[in-house]
């Protein structure tokens, strides 16, 4: 049971609700980041409660993992509209947060007890800062869709109602510009505490995720520095969509084929 | 439509399909003439409340009074007051009345009876015609409600369907593209090539739009220098665009030069400085001012008059394809508005005034035991009957249909007769 999961997904879609109804009202930020704060909270208890029943952080289970994703989406996602005081991007970031929230309360969540090797607070900070990062990633790849469907209804004078509805080009470019940075701040960090605990539990500190986590890392900050050299745009916006493909590729390809040793299942 | 006799709803229009310009200017009023004219209307008893929608586009007068008979007389009246022939105003003009009259107004607050279709200046001036309408006292009870009804009406309109998405004019949909680039329009720079007409209602635009930091670069500095300082502008040196180009962020063109005033290079250099930062650019003059080349440079937004004017005509079509919709929202609010308006006639009050007190008696003797409840009824009966006479004879011998329409509305207020709403 997983009641304040099923609280969060309530808090969640209705969050949801509100921002698709704020995008026909003017001004300030609405209720939605309210309620997705809510929902976060809502979440936290309910994978603190895992957590108590697994002995470490629920990464583990893949209902775990979903809800633990989710909940650093919603996390980055009520960053960027506090920092940048634009809310128009809540309708489209929001049901991922939800669909999240949802997988988390119908996956399985019991597993087996933590091998030595997944134990203690460096392999914790390490995994659940890398979600992070990927929760970063994730919302810069839905704000390139956005900038680039806008930028197409630009140039093209479709002066119509997602046209309307959708931010400006700079907000959503500043906004994604946020995210990846702390995405790769995070992922940085991830890697580094990973790398430390890896030295301690295996012989060899290196395998094929690790080497595509560190490609990822190359694709964000040929993304940054691109923004800052006057390519900001359309251009960096492809390529944050490439980098997200880079990390569903490490998420399952690689995981599934390519690594052995850093699976834990 | 009302049991009020024959007392109506009515109006009496002229607007820019039946009326030409020169009738149009001559009924054309201004605040004050507005403000006049309901004030020797209603003290004529011609009508006895009125409201009066004086737009470029419209007058109309709103009254409520004796059907036919009360249209001929304001006809008279407008006649008499702008000094034109009566045939002339009557075959220019349109009369409307009952529902008919409502559904016009509706129309008219939505902007579906606007030039530009859907647009929203309209619903302002409705709202300005009944405040006008009651500084000077001339609305009362009916047109008071008839007029927020259609202002409530408009406003569904304009949030329940998209007619008011689309921009319509050059210059808004210009705007509005530059807007959805940079986010902070106001905070921007604009450059204006030229100082001719074009170039003063742009400046003019841009300046309602919030923009504040405007440039003016024309080959004759004088003229420049007169449309800068009308409009709060800085004067850009003609030599000096190129040079100035990077420090726009909005470049408009306007002017009559044979050879593009803004070639590629000079974009390209300026985007080289502004580090990729977009620029928007906007050619309004013919043949160009602005090389169409440049559009092909990263970040560069250009567009011209042909494109503009396609994507206006686009917008144009795409707003009537709302029409459908607003009308059924209009046909909602219209029955909500008549709905109320039938109510209002005595004969229905005074059923219900009845029936209300009856209610209550019932209510009261209920309680008694049974022998004691035969004994009361009679007492009881008579004093409902006592407590409804006088204000019901009242009622009924009211003579002025405005004062009645307000005391029935009271009635239905204080005994709390229209409860579903």
Redesign the interface.
Known sequence: MHLFGWAAVLLYAAAEALAVRDLFRPRGLGGAPILVGAGLAAQFTDLTITARALGSVPYRTLGGSMALFGWMLGLAYLVLVLRHRERAVGPFLIPFILLFSILAVVFPSHAAPAGPATRGSVFAFHVTLAMLAYAAFALSFVLSLLYLIQNRQIRRGRTGILFARLPALDVIGRMNRTSVTIGLLVLSVSIVLGVAWARRVWTVPVDAKLAWALVTLLVYGILLWMDRRGWAGARVAVLSIVGFILVLFSYTFVNLYLSHSHVFR | MNGSNDTQILVLGWNFRGASGAVRERVAFSSDEVRDGLRRLTGRGLVSESVIVSTCHRSEIYGLGNGERAGDELASFVSEWRGLDRAVLEQAGFRRFGAEAVRHLFRVAAGLDSMALGESEVLGQVRQALSIARETGSSHGVLHRLFESAVRAGKRVR?ET?IA???LSIAS?AV??A??????LPQRTLLLLGAGETATLFARHALEAGLRDLKIANRTAGHAEDLAARVGARVVAWDAVGRDLPSADVVVGTTASPVPVVRRADVEAA??Q?????MFFLDLAMPPDIDPEVRNI??V?S?DLD??E??AA??RR?RSREIPGAEQILEEELERFLGWYGNLSVVPTVTELKRRLEEIRDGELDRLPPDERERLRPLADSIVARLLHEPLRRLKAEKDPAKRLDRVEAIRHLFDLDREE
Do not use: A, S
């Open positions: 949030t998209q998405v689309h921009p949909i509005e593209l807007e959805k680039v940079f986010g902070d985007m080289r502004r580090r990729g930062q977009p990263y970040n937004f567009y494109g503009l396609e994507v686009e917008n795409r």
